[in-house]
């Protein structure tokens, strides 16, 4: 089932402002190495990679999307990545990110299956959902940067 395009922007809208912040604070911060920030850089890198080919994939005036499988794809990586992370610190916010992409492959479903149509005087519930997870996202990867930046 296709996603309206009231919903494919919202999607596409936060998927962008995740994006942005993210970049932000991969330019904007100094480096530490160590093996488990190697990873962690890793996932991070491939967060904003996989962040920006969905967003590029899903244009709601062609009626484009990302698919389901490609949202699948990026949250199942980033439990690989939290998964090779083994100092506590790093692998509590590693894992509750990768978490969080997993619930997104959810919460992307239930935008897919939604009927409630652009014109709907109140976004759907999943769309704060959406929203949600995407700060608690942005707060662990804020966390991740600042332990092991650029």
Known sequence: MAISRRSGLWIACVAAVVAAVVVALVVFL??????????????????RSQSHAIGSASDPEKGTEASVGDY???????QKYAAEIKDPALADHAH???????KTVSVVQQARSDDSGPLAPTPPPWAKTYAEMQTQSHTELVALNAACPA
């Open 30 to 47: 100094p480096d530490r190495s160590n093996s488990d920030c190697a990873t962690v850089r890793s996932m991070i890198d491939y967060n």
């Open 72 to 78: 699948q794809k990026w949250a199942d990586q980033m």
């Open 96 to 102: 509750r990110l990768a978490d969080l992409a997993t």
